[in-house]
């Protein structure tokens, strides 16, 4: 499958998506649109840019009947992360399953579905495309019968972003979500291949699209008004559970570093915010988990918000080679952090260096600064550095990844890798103009996203 634009490393996209919406499933986020007029439920598309944040059963987007949500159009994840397009009016109408699985949560992936069911061939009645190549192996194809009538845009039915049935959610980032009402349109409508990176598929301009009657396009670009549609109909969407917060820089068209689920220690970490929530679970025991960007060379900036229990809290740098086994992820070789603990120390390959270095209390930022080419790490507090370039581990094999661990059931760090989980009005950004930071971020070093990595990593 071709690469989407995020996990690789193009300083120059042509067309600039400024924001996405982060939703989070443990707090029920979604948009709700209601009352639309009934046009043409045989031909439609939707599109939309993704980065997943919790694997599993999680929503994309879905039509639904107010007064029997059993009678839904949706397309969503499964639970064996299978992408699933299903109609569904009391039977099964349509069914389409993946034999892929989405399992990045470092990826940003365009989800193009276009449905024409009075197309003559039954299989291009629903096309799938994802990261601008179709899809045509499905575990499960049921297709439409000729003419049918779908679940989408029915009278007395509704459209939800990140939700079906007001039980699965979505979880992770969504940008450029549009609907198209009446036209079966190809992936080429949303994308391109770059054309120095032949495998790299990449968002374009959608504004000068036709949306039809009930089409819509959201691009989250308005912070006081996340549902708002900027195709021209006015289709604006209620915001449930999403704030100004949500907002979020990270885009696809400039991917920003979260932690990663899938490098998860012991299982044990929970993870919420788009990723960058990382809280200790009930095993009270030593929880740790990277981050989803590496880098070998550069300097790199990042911050740390210490929430509940912050006297059990590490935070820093470990290389690639260090392990996911044994009890104390933090005392593996390659390990530099920052123990918020004993007057603040430095622990260096499961060793306490001096201490004293000074703490945080819960409402306190700390700034963490990564010098990979001088193998230090430098640790700011209130704008100063308490800990200056210190040495990292010698023990090193190759990237070096932002990590993070903790002990205790509740325990826990937000990092804001340049857009913040929580309100920040510092405004301070790199010298390229990425972040969001509390601090001033030093001279020299840059936030970690993949605009900066193509340029300086």
Same mark, same amino acid.
């Given at each position: 499958m071709p690469l989407i *634009?995020? %996990? @690789?490393?193009?300083?120059?996209?042509g067309y600039e998506v400024a924001n996405s919406l982060r939703f989070d499933d443990g707090s029920s986020d979604d948009l709700t649109l209601t009352?639309?007029?009934p046009?043409? @439920?045989?031909?439609?598309? =939707? !599109?939309?840019?993704i980065k997943r944040g919790a694997l599993g059963s999680k929503a994309i987007m879905s039509w639904e009947k107010s007064s029997d949500s059993s009678y839904n159009f949706r397309i969503a994840f499964r639970s064996d992360d299978v992408l699933q397009i299903l109609d569904y009016a009391g039977s099964v109408v349509m069914d389409y399953r993946t034999n892929q699985v989405f399992r990045? +949560?470092?990826?940003?992936?365009?989800? +193009?579905?276009? +449905?024409?069911? %009075?197309?003559?061939?039954?299989?291009d009645r629903t096309k799938l495309f994802v990261n601008g190549e179709r899809i045509? $192996?499905?575990?499960?194809?049921?297709?439409? !019968? &000729?003419?049918?009538? %779908?679940?989408? #845009? #029915? !009278?007395?039915?509704?459209c939800a972003i990140g939700s079906i049935n007001s039980g699965t959610y979505f979880d992770g980032y969504q940008t450029e979500t549009t609907f198209i009402d009446g036209t079966d349109l190809s992936e080429t409508s949303f994308g391109e291949f770059d054309s120095d990176s032949p495998n790299i598929w990449k968002p374009i301009d959608v504004s000068g699209l036709t949306f039809g009657t009930n089409g819509f396009y959201l691009d989250f670009e308005n912070a006081s008004n996340l549902g708002a549609d900027v195709s021209g109909n006015s289709n604006n969407f209620t915001v449930n559970n999403l704030t100004s917060v949500d907002q979020s820089t990270d885009t696809c068209t400039n991917n920003f570093c979260t932690w990663n689920p899938l490098a998860n220690y012991a299982a044990g970490v929970a993870f919420s915010e788009g990723n960058l929530v990382a809280m200790s679970g009930t095993n009270d025991q030593w929880d740790g988990g990277r981050a989803t960007m590496g880098f070998s060379k550069g300097?790199? /900036?990042?911050?740390? &918000?210490?929430?509940?229990g912050v006297s059990t809290q590490y935070i820093g740098v470990q290389d690639e080679s260090a392990g996911f086994t044994g009890s104390s992820p933090h005392d593996q070789n390659g390990t530099t952090v920052f123990y918020n603990n004993s007057?603040?120390?430095?622990?260096?390959?499961?060793?306490?260096?001096t201490a004293n270095y000074g703490t945080f209390t819960s409402s306190q930022v700390a700034g963490i600064a990564i010098d990979a080419d001088n193998f230090t790490i430098s640790v700011y507090k209130g704008g100063s550095a308490i800990v200056n370039a /210190?040495? *990292? $581990?010698?023990?090193?094999?190759? =990237? *070096? =990844?932002?990590?993070?661990?903790?002990?205790?059931?509740?325990?826990?760090?937000? +990092?804001?890798?340049?857009s913040p989980p929580y309100s920040e009005s510092g405004g301070n950004s790199d010298a390229n103009g990425y972040g969001n930071f509390n601090q001033s971020v030093p001279s020299g070093y840059f936030a970690l996203n993949t605009k900066n990595l193509a340029e300086y990593g």
């Open positions: *634009l995020g %996990t @690789n490393s193009i300083k120059e996209t009352g639309q007029t046009t043409n @439920n045989k031909k439609f598309t =939707f !599109s939309s840019w990045d +949560v470092s990826a940003w992936y365009n989800i +193009v579905v276009a +449905v024409d069911t %009075t197309d003559a061939t039954a299989n045509t $192996s499905f575990g499960t194809q049921t297709t439409y !019968s &000729l003419n049918d009538s %779908t679940q989408a #845009q #029915q !009278s007395g039915y509704f300097k790199w /900036y990042f911050e740390c &918000l210490f929430v509940a007057g603040g120390e430095i622990r260096k390959d499961g060793s306490a260096t /210190y040495a *990292l $581990s010698t023990t090193r094999t190759g =990237f *070096l =990844f932002p990590f993070t661990a903790n002990l205790n059931n509740g325990d826990g760090v937000k +990092v804001n890798f340049g």
